[in-house]
C-alpha cells in the first residue's frame, strides 16, 4: 500500500481479514497526542479510504441525511409524505427495542413502502447481495441534549446514512476500558434519545491510539440491562462485559491493535461491509454476535477450497476439502454453522450436510440451527425425515448426526443425493468419525466436500494403535488444514481462559504408577483401596466452596446462585460406583446448608485401548452394561429422581432424557459434582463449570478436551478453569499443551504458582509485585480510618486496591492461602466502604461534568464477589436484640457491614428505621418482613402521587417486575402508566418525563426486590 506507516505483506482482495501485516518501521510521531489530535488523525485515514466526511451534528441533519442516502442507495425520491410515513413506522417506531433494530439490520433490512398513488414498493436498508452498492460516511461529535444529560459522541460510521458503527476514543495512556464504560454511560443518558437512531448501532469500536477493540451491540446493551438490574443478579456477565470485546488480526492470529493499523485493515471498506452484512450472527435469544476475525478465516478458506477444487475437478477426493484447527472453546459451532449457511448460497452447491455427534446435539444447539433455517435440524428426530429433506430442493441445509446418515447411506443404496454436488461439514472431528462411519460416507457420495472442525487434531503421535491405517489422522480422513487458532492464540486474545493444575498427593506410590495395558492388581488395588478413596472424597467436600468460589453471588435465568460447579472424572465404572457411594456416605454426616447435590452418569463404551484416555460413550442407552453396574446405575437416578422431582430411568428412551436432564442441570448450576468416566469431558459446553477433579490418567487431546471444560469465559471473577488431579499428570500435561500450543506453551497455558502470585514475579524485564507487596503499600499509604485527601491520591488508592483486587481473586483458589490473608476481615470490609464510597463519588461527578475521569477503572464486580446480604445484617440485629439493644459495638458491625456491601447501602434508612422500631417482644423475621411491605407500598404510592401516575397500572406494572426481576423500560406496559404529556413536545418534555419515572421506578424496584415478596 502506499501510505508510508503501514505495509502489507501479503493481500488477498476478496479476504475480509488481510493474510498477513507488518507495521512500517519508519520513525514513529515522538510528539504528544491529544484526544482530539487522535480523532482527527482517525477521521483523516477514513477519507484517505474513501469515505466521504459529512458534518452533521444533530438529529435533523441525521435524518435529512438518512433520505437522502436511501433515496441514493434505491434510485427513488420519496414523497415528503411517504418519507414521513416511512420514517415513522419503519426506522423511528417508539416501541422497537435494540433487539428490534437489529432484527432489521441483520435480517428484515427490505422495507414495504406505501406509496401515495397506493402501489407498494420495496425499500432496501442494506444491500447485501453486492456490498460495494452501499455508501459510506464518517461523522464526528455529533450532539443530543434530549436525553438524561448532553452528551457529545465522537465518531460514527453511517452506512446509507443509518449508523451503524460507533468509535469512542480515549487518549493514549488511558485504559481502553474506559472508552467501554463511556458508551454505557451514552446508553445510559442518551443512545435512546429523540428518535433512537443510535440505537441502530451494530458494531462498537473503542482504542485508545495504542490499543482498539471491537464487541457487538447487544453486548453493550446486555451489559447496560445487568447494571441497571444488579440488585437482582449481581453479576453473571454472560457476554456482555469488557471481557467479550475483541481484537482484530490478521490470517495468522497476530492481533492488529494500533488505530492505524486497525483502521486500514477493519475499516477497509469491503471489510467492514462484509462483517456487517455477512459476518454477524443474529441469535434466537436476540443477541447479536459479531464474527472474530480467525472465525471469518476458517470460513473464507472453506468457501475458497470449494470454489478451487470444483473448478479444477477435484470432487469425491481428499482434495476438495480439509480440516479447521480452533481451539475447544473458541466458537467452532459458530464458525462451522455460518459456513454451512453461506456455502448453501452458492448456486452450484445442491445440498450442505452440518453432521454432529449425536451427544452434542442438544436442545440449545437445535434451536439455534432452527433459527438459521426453518426445520433444518428436523433430521435429528429420525432417519425417514432426514430422507425427505434431502429429496426437497427446497432444503439446503440439513442438520443431522453422523448415526443417522450412516443408517440412511445403509438403507438407500443408488439414492440420486448421492450423484449430488454435496458440502458434509462435520462440527466437531470426533475418533469416531475415523471408521466405518466415515468410509460409509465417502464411498456413498460421489461429489463431496469434505470439511472438519476440531480443537484438538489427530496427529501420528496421538493417534491410536487400532483401525485402518488410512485413517489415523485427522489430515487422512479430511485432507489439508487450513486454518489454524491453538490455545495460545485463545488465551492470549482472552477467549478462552488458562488452566489452575493442582496436584493433589493421596498415595504417591499407586499415582505414579504408568497406567500400561497389562495392569497388576497390586496397582488397582491400592488406587481403589478405601482409605484412598475417602481422603479424596473429603478433600473434595472441604475444599469445595474455595474451588468454585461459592461466595461469588450472580443471576442465572431468573435464578440466584453463589459460585461454580464441577465434574469428577474417574478412570472406570466401578471406581464411579464405589465414588458416588463415598459421597453418599459423608454427605450424610453433613449440616443440610453443607450437603452438596452429586450426581454420576456412564454408560457403555467399547472396550478398546485408546491412546487419550478417553473412550467414546453411547449417550443413547444402557443395554451393553453388566447388570451390576446397571443396577448401580438405576439406584443413583432414582436418587436423582428424589433430588430434582424426575422420573428416569435406564430404559432406552428415558436414559437418553436423563442424559439430556443432567446436562441441562450442570448448564443452570443446578448439580454441584457430576462424577463421569468419559461422558461430558469432550464437545459439552457449560459457562458455569470451572473446576474439574480429576483421578485418571488423561494424555494427549483427551487431556486438553478434558481440562477445557473449565475455561468458558464467564465474568471477571472467573480468571482460570481449576484442575484438581489425584494422580501425577504433570508430564501428561505439558506434552499436551506443547503438542496442542507449542513447546513455550505452558507458560501460557497454565498459571504461575501460589509463590509468584503472593511474592510477586519478574515478566519481561519488569517487576510485577505480589500480594504481600501489594498490601503493605496499602497499609503505609492508607491507613484505615484517615480521609485521602486530594483527586489523585483517591486514584492512586482506587489503582492499587483495584490490583489487590484481581490478584486476591486468583489466590483465594490456592490451598495456601488460607491463613495468610495479612487483611483481618474488618480491615476487608473498611477498605471495601472507601473504595464504593470513592466510586459512588467519581460516578456522580461523571453525570454532572463534561470532563469524566477517564483513567479509572474501577473493579466493582469483583468487590461485590464478597458481597454481604440482608439475611447476614438480619443476624446481626438478632444478636443486637438478644443484648437488648444495649450492645453499640454491634451497631457500628453492621453499619460497616452496611457500608462494605454495594447492594445494601440503599436500604440503610430502611434498616435503621426498623432497629429502632423493635422492642424486647419483637419478632424479628416477622416484624421485619411486615415492615419492609409497609414502607414498599408507602413509598409507591409517594412516586405515583409525585408523577401523576396511573395508580393501577402502575401497580400491576411494579408487580410484573417483581415477577421478572427486572424493569421493563421499552413496549407497551411501561407507556400505559405515565401521565398525559404530548408526544409531539418540542422541548423533549415528554422524553425527559419518562426518564425520570423510569429512574425513580428503578431505585424503588434494587430497594425492595431482593428484601420482599410483590
Known amino acids: 500500500m502506499s501510505n508510508n506507516n503501514y505495509n502489507l505483506v501479503v493481500q488477498n482482495t476478496e479476504s475480509t481479514v488481510v493474510a498477513e501485516y507488518s507495521p512500517h518501521n519508519g520513525k514513529r510521531p515522538e510528539t504528544y497526542q491529544s484526544e482530539a489530535d487522535l480523532e482527527n488523525a482517525f477521521i483523516k485515514q477514513l477519507k484517505s479510504q474513501a469515505y466521504e466526511y459529512v458534518n452533521i451534528n444533530c438529529e435533523d441533519d441525521l435524518i435529512k441525511n438518512l433520505r437522502k442516502q436511501l433515496e441514493k442507495l434505491n434510485d427513488f425520491k420519496f414523497s415528503d409524505n411517504e418519507w414521513d410515513q416511512f420514517f415513522k413506522t419503519e426506522l423511528a417506531n417508539k416501541n422497537q427495542s435494540i433487539a428490534e433494530k437489529t432484527k432489521t439490520i441483520q435480517e428484515d433490512y427490505i422495507k414495504i413502502l406505501n406509496l401515495d398513488s397506493g402501489n407498494t414498493k420495496n425499500i432496501y436498508l442494506l444491500k447485501k447481495d453486492n456490498i460495494h452498492s452501499n455508501f459510506l460516511q464518517v461523522i464526528n461529535q455529533y450532539a443530543t441534549d434530549e436525553g438524561k444529560y448532553k452528551n457529545r459522541y465522537d465518531v460514527t460510521v453511517l452506512v446509507n446514512g443509518l449508523p451503524l458503527v460507533h468509535i469512542e476514543l480515549k487518549k493514549r495512556g488511558v485504559a481502553i476500558k474506559e472508552a467501554f464504560n463511556q458508551i454505557n454511560r451514552y446508553q445510559r443518558d442518551s ?53 467479550f470485546t475483541s481484537w482484530w488480526a490478521d490470517s495468522k492470529n497476530k492481533p492488529i491493535t494500533d488505530l492505524v493499523d486497525f483502521t486500514k485493515t477493519f475499516f477497509a471498506k469491503h471489510t467492514i461491509l462484509n462483517i456487517l452484512t455477512k459476518y454477524c450472527v443474529f441469535t434466537t435469544d436476540k443477541q447479536l454476535l459479531v464474527m472474530r476475525p480467525y472465525q471469518i478465516v476458517a470460513t473464507e478458506k472453506i468457501l475458497n477450497k470449494i470454489e478451487v477444487s470444483t473448478n479444477y475437478k477435484q470432487l469425491g477426493t481428499v482434495k476438495a476439502g480439509g480440516y479447521i484447527w480452533h481451539t475447544t472453546g473458541s466458537g467452532k459451532t459458530l464458525t462451522s454453522f455460518k459456513t454451512a449457511q453461506l456455502v448453501s448460497k452458492l448456486p452450484f452447491i445442491d445440498k450442505v450436510l452440518f453432521v454432529v455427534d449425536r451427544k452434542d446435539l442438544d436442545y440449545q444447539t437445535m434451536k439455534e440451527y432452527d433459527k438459521f433455517e426453518k426445520g433444518a435440524a428436523n433430521s435429528n428426530t429420525s432417519t425417514a425425515i432426514l430422507k425427505k429433506q434431502l429429496e426437497d430442493k427446497n432444503s439446503k441445509i440439513i442438520i443431522t448426526t453422523i448415526q443417522k446418515l450412516d443408517r440412511f447411506i445403509k438403507r438407500n443404496k443408488g439414492h440420486t443425493i448421492f450423484d449430488g454436488h454435496v ?43 487400532g483401525g485402518r491405517v488410512d485413517l489415523k489422522t485427522t489430515e487422512q480422513a479430511f485432507g489439508d488444514k487450513l486454518h489454524t487458532y491453538t490455545i495460545v492464540d485463545a488465551i492470549a486474545d482472552k477467549n478462552v481462559l488458562p488452566f489452575k493444575v493442582d496436584y493433589i498427593s493421596t498415595l504417591k506410590e499407586a499415582e505414579n504408577i504408568e497406567d500400561k495395558k497389562v495392569s497388576t492388581i497390586d496397582r488397582e488395588a491400592a488406587l481403589s483401596a478405601p482409605v484412598r478413596l475417602n481422603n479424596i472424597v473429603k478433600y473434595i467436600l472441604e475444599h469445595f466452596d474455595q474451588k468454585t468460589k461459592r461466595n461469588v453471588s450472580y443471576k442465572l435465568k431468573e435464578r440466584r446462585l453463589r459460585g461454580f460447579n464441577s465434574i469428577f472424572a474417574v478412570s472406570s465404572i466401578d471406581m464411579a460406583k464405589k465414588y458416588y457411594t463415598e459421597f453418599k456416605e459423608q454427605l450424610n454426616d453433613l449440616p443440610s446448608d453443607k450437603k452438596l447435590k452429586v450426581a454420576t452418569i456412564y454408560s457403555f463404551g467399547a472396550n478398546e485401548e485408546e491412546i487419550d484416555g478417553i473412550i467414546d460413550e ?124 507449542d513447546k513455550e506453551a505452558c507458560g501460557i497455558v497454565l498459571l504461575k504458582t501460589y509463590q509468584e502470585y503472593y511474592n510477586g514475579y519478574e515478566k519481561d524485564g519488569k517487576e510485577i509485585k505480589g500480594y504481600k507487596s501489594l498490601v503493605e503499600e496499602l497499609q503505609d499509604k492508607f491507613s484505615i480510618g484517615e480521609r485521602i485527601l486530594g483527586e489523585q491520591n483517591q486514584k492512586d488508592f482506587i489503582k492499587l486496591y483495584g490490583s489487590i483486587l484481581r490478584v486476591k481473586n486468583i489466590l483465594n483458589t490456592f490451598d495456601e492461602f488460607i491463613g495468610n490473608e495479612i487483611l483481618s476481615e474488618r480491615d476487608v470490609q473498611d477498605y471495601h466502604s472507601l473504595y464504593i464510597d470513592l466510586y459512588n463519588e467519581f460516578r456522580k461527578n461523571d453525570t454532572e461534568k463534561e470532563n469524566i475521569n477517564d483513567d479509572i477503572v474501577f473493579e466493582m464486580e469483583l468487590i461485590k464477589q464478597i458481597e454481604i446480604n440482608i439475611d447476614y445484617i438480619l443476624k446481626l440485629i438478632k444478636k443486637y436484640h438478644e443484648k437488648n439493644t444495649k450492645d453499640k459495638e454491634i451497631l457500628l458491625d453492621i453499619n460497616k457491614a452496611i457500608d462494605s456491601s454495594v447492594e445494601l447501602r440503599n436500604k440503610k434508612d430502611l434498616i435503621h428505621q426498623f432497629i429502632e422500631s423493635i422492642n424486647k417482644n419483637s419478632n424479628l423475621d416477622e416484624d421485619w418482613q411486615k415492615f419492609v411491605e409497609k414502607k414498599k407500598i408507602e413509598e409507591l404510592e409517594k412516586i405515583i402521587n409525585e408523577e401523576n401516575l396511573n395508580h393501577d397500572e402502575t401497580c400491576k406494572f411494579i408487580k410484573n417486575s417483581f415477577r421478572d426481576g427486572n424493569i421493563q423500560t421499552t413496549g407497551t406496559a411501561i407507556t400505559k402508566i405515565f401521565p398525559p404529556v404530548s408526544r409531539f413536545s418540542k422541548t423533549g418534555e415528554r422524553t425527559k418525563k419518562r426518564e425520570i419515572i423510569i429512574e425513580k421506578l428503578t431505585r424503588f424496584f434494587e430497594r425492595f426486590f431482593d428484601i420482599s415478596k410483590f
Open 191 to 243: 443512545f435512546w434519545a429523540g428518535n433512537g437512531l443510535y440505537e441502530y448501532i451494530q458494531i462498537f469500536v473503542i482504542s485508545n491510539g495504542t490499543h482498539t477493540k471491537y464487541y457487538s451491540n447487544t453486548t453493550r446493551s446486555e451489559h447496560l440491562k445487568e447494571a441497571k438490574n444488579e440488585t437482582k443478579k449481581n453479576g453473571k456477565r454472560t457476554s456482555n462485559s469488557f471481557e
Open 423 to 465: 458440502v458434509l461439514i462435520f462440527d466437531e472431528c470426533h475418533r469416531s468419525q475415523f471408521g466405518d462411519m466415515h468410509l460409509g460416507i465417502t464411498k456413498a457420495f460421489n461429489k463431496y466436500h469434505l470439511f472438519g472442525f476440531t480443537g484438538t487434531p489427530i496427529f501420528a503421535v496421538n493417534s491410536s494403535s
Open 618 to 741: 453411547n449417550s443413547e442407552e444402557t443395554s451393553g452394561l453388566d447388570a451390576s453396574s446397571r443396577d448401580f446405575l438405576e439406584n443413583a437416578i432414582k436418587d436423582y429422581n428424589k433430588m430434582f422431582g424426575t422420573s428416569y430411568d435406564t430404559s432406552s428412551d428415558k436414559f437418553q432424557n436423563y442424559y439430556k436432564d443432567v446436562s441441562e442441570r450442570v448448564k443452570n448450576r443446578e448439580i454441584d459434582i457430576l462424577i463421569v468416566v468419559n461422558m461430558f469431558l469432550t464437545g459439552f459446553d457449560a459457562t458455569t463449570l470451572n473446576t474439574l477433579f480429576v483421578d485418571k490418567n488423561l494424555r494427549l487431546h483427551g487431556l486438553l478436551q478434558a481440562y477445557s471444560r473449565t475455561n468458558r469465559i464467564l465474568n471477571s471473577i472467573k480468571t482460570f478453569g481449576n484442575i484438581v488431579c489425584f494422580r501425577n499428570l504433570e508430564k501428561a500435561t505439558n506434552e499436551s499443551i506443547s503438542l496442542f500450543g
